[in-house]
């Protein structure tokens, strides 16, 4: 069964210091998403992304994100100076069309030290 | 406001026994959707219920929807230790676009 997959599984930095998570989303998926879960916290939406833009973006995704896809396969999240309160489980998601369910991959647990 | 909001917050059965969940919201929605997590891994889809759907079933889940209410419950039959987890409710908002509002869940144990 295809599957949403993330890397790296596990993330550690220095805060200031910018990261790149990669997801392949399944692959005859059109819509694209990142999500973030803080440790205790609700599940919360940052970005949807189609047709190589971005559809809908949150208060929190501000402008140190970034989304890209930069090929057929890869679609990556971009903190470009990171802060104590960016450490999280980050899930990215995809779906075959709007409003339709969203497959989940396996998270990327970033810390910010 | 708090969409997506479950009840109860934990929930302790033994195996065999049914666990109910509900979930209320508070916007019109597209759709919901339960999730299942365990232990702090990836969420797996459960199951979607559209606004016009009033109860939908899937293997031993049974969820319904009364958007008169904006309520949602996920009932888990016969309940297994496997089952064991936090579930979680998310909305699509009838007027939004695609976006997963997402409430605080239900951690269930199942005891057996």
């Known amino acids: 069964e295809p599957e949403v997959t993330q890397t790296p599984s596990h993330q550690v930095t220095q805060m200031g210091q910018e990261v790149i998570l990669r997801c392949v989303p399944i692959?005859?998926?059109?819509?694209f998403y990142w999500y973030r879960q803080i440790l205790g916290q609700k599940v919360e939406f940052l970005v949807s992304f189609y047709n190589n833009e971005i559809s809908e973006k949150s208060e929190i995704f501000d402008d140190q994100f970034s989304v890209e896809r930069p090929d057929g396969s890869n679609f990556t999240l971009k903190i470009r100076s990171t802060k104590l309160e960016d450490s999280a489980m980050y899930f990215c998601?995809?779906?075959?069309?709007?409003?339709?369910?969203?497959?989940f991959g396996p998270g990327t647990r970033l810390l910010v030290l | 406001s708090q969409q997506g909001e479950e009840d109860p917050q934990a929930l302790s059965i033994q195996e065999g026994e049914n666990a109910t969940m509900n979930c209320s919201y508070k916007t019109s929605i597209n759709n919901l959707q339960w999730y299942r997590q365990n232990s702090g891994r990836g969420l797996v889809h459960l199951i979607l219920i559209r606004s016009n759907e009033r109860e939908k079933h899937s293997g031993r889940l049974r969820v319904t929807l009364d958007t008169s209410k904006k309520s949602s419950s996920l009932l888990i039959t016969a309940s297994r230790a496997a089952d064991t987890a936090s579930y979680f409710c998310?909305?699509?908002?009838?007027?939004?676009?695609?976006?997963?509002?997402f409430g605080k869940g239900t951690m269930l144990l199942v005891s057996p």
């Open positions: 998310a909305t699509v908002d009838r007027a939004g676009y695609s976006t997963l509002t």
């Open positions: 692959s005859n998926h059109l819509y």
């Open positions: 998601a995809s779906s075959e069309a709007l409003r339709e369910t969203q497959y």
